[in-house]
């Protein structure tokens, strides 16, 4: 039985994908600024520091500016979340949700003080048991760290946990924390209906087990990072 859903932040509560490409080319400048099919394809769900290590390697942004890159991103991207709203769809389907008997919860691969802020401004927190930002992991997606320490804090198991995500880290960090796993587009796909359906097929079908895949998109391609390749294999032959 599904007894906790816990959502990835950006993408899936929150439509961020333009802000954060913004946030980046501000902090970047002209020289280093990036295309949109590039941030999509190559950095979505990725940290910023994940981000600047692989700007430095394939794109030749200097180490030396990494601190100070990071640092203005960030401000840029406080200032951009200024003018987030409230989300009326959104609280009525996580208080359905919470009405329902689900322990709910946010593990974004923001800093904390992004995560806090963004939830605050849709009128989301108050929702959510646990929040944790990549200021409270060691191992950022798609290492399933935060995963793990969030059923912990909340009591669960992986095969009692749905985990909510959209871009190939946040799926790769799901998949390997063993939970189930359900991936949206955008918010959009976050409704009361399509959570549901995906506890009852869970609930309905006693074959699926904590290991096999709890996801799949004709469309999507998951690239696995070089570094990662190794622990995802042996995590599947395990």
Not at 17 to 40: P, Q, R, V, W, Y
Not at 209 to 223: A, C, E, G, I
Request: aromatic residues 6%; negative net charge; contains cysteine.
């Amino acid at each position: 039985m599904i007894k906790t859903i816990l959502f990835d932040m950006d993408g899936v509560l929150f439509d961020d994908k333009n802000l954060h490409f913004e946030a980046l080319n501000t902090a970047l400048g002209e020289e280093f600024s990036i295309s949109m099919d590039l941030h999509l394809s190559k950095f979505d769900g990725l940290q910023t520091r994940k981000k600047l290590e692989i700007l430095s390697k394939d794109h030749g942004l200097p180490k030396d500016l990494h601190e100070k890159v990071w640092k203005d991103k960030q401000e840029e991207t406080i200032k951009l979340l200024s003018s987030v709203d409230k989300h009326e769809r959104l609280i009525s389907v996580l208080s359905d949700l919470q009405k329902r008997g689900f322990v709910l919860g946010v593990c974004s691969n923001s800093v904390r003080k992004t995560v806090l802020k963004v939830l605050s401004n849709m009128g989301i927190m108050g929702f959510m048991d646990v929040v944790l930002s990549n200021d409270d992991v060691r191992n950022a997606k798609p290492h399933p760290e935060i995963y793990w320490k969030a059923m912990s804090l909340l009591g669960v198991v992986p095969e009692n946990t749905l985990i909510i995500e959209d871009s190939p880290t946040g799926l790769l960090a799901a998949h390997r924390s063993g939970a189930h796993v359900h991936r949206v587009k955008n918010p959009d796909g976050v409704t009361v209906d399509n959570l549901i359906r995906k506890v009852d097929s869970i609930c309905s079908d006693p074959s699926v087990s904590s290991t096999s895949p709890k996801w799949d998109d004709q469309t999507l391609n998951v690239v696995i990072p070089p570094e990662d390749l190794r622990y995802f294999l042996d995590s599947k032959s395990s």
